[in-house]
Nanobody
Framework: VQLQASGGGLVQAGGSLRLSCAASGSIFSINIMGWYRQAPGKPRELVATISSSDSTRYADSVRGRFTISRNSAKDRLYLQMNSLEPEDTAVYYC????????????WGQGTLVTVSS
């Protein structure tokens, strides 16, 4: 499985951005997909995940502002980010938990989101 993230950019506080992550390869083997972020000088943290049954989970800091989703073909993951805050500035990474033939986690390259105050 390969992952390609896009959609980052510069936005003012209060604005919105939509991140996309295109998955290719053995899509059928993906169980959970998610978005993580890493701000300068901080560890990578969970933003949101979505399971194969479309069950979602969010970090407390983004719940109510961000929405994770994926298309019906399960080969594209999205993160709609509204009411952005300067604290949301980070490199955002998509990932996928693969279960077939063995369990591993695949990461995409990051996409930078910068929120100006």
């Amino acid at each position: 499985v390969q992952l390609q993230a896009s959609g980052g950019g510069l936005v003012q506080a209060g604005g919105s951005l939509r991140l996309s992550c295109a998955a290719s390869g053995s899509i059928f083997s993906i169980n959970i997909m998610g978005w993580y972020r890493q701000a300068p000088g901080k560890p990578r943290e969970l933003v949101a995940t979505i399971s194969s049954s479309d069950s979602t989970r969010y970090a407390d800091s983004v719940r109510g502002r961000f929405t994770i989703s994926r298309n019906s073909a399960k080969d594209r993951l999205y993160l709609q980010m509204n009411s952005l805050e300067p604290e949301d500035t980070a490199v955002y990474y998509c990932n996928a938990e693969i279960q077939i033939p063995v369990y591993y986690v695949q990461w995409g390259q990051g996409t930078l989101v910068t929120v100006s105050s």
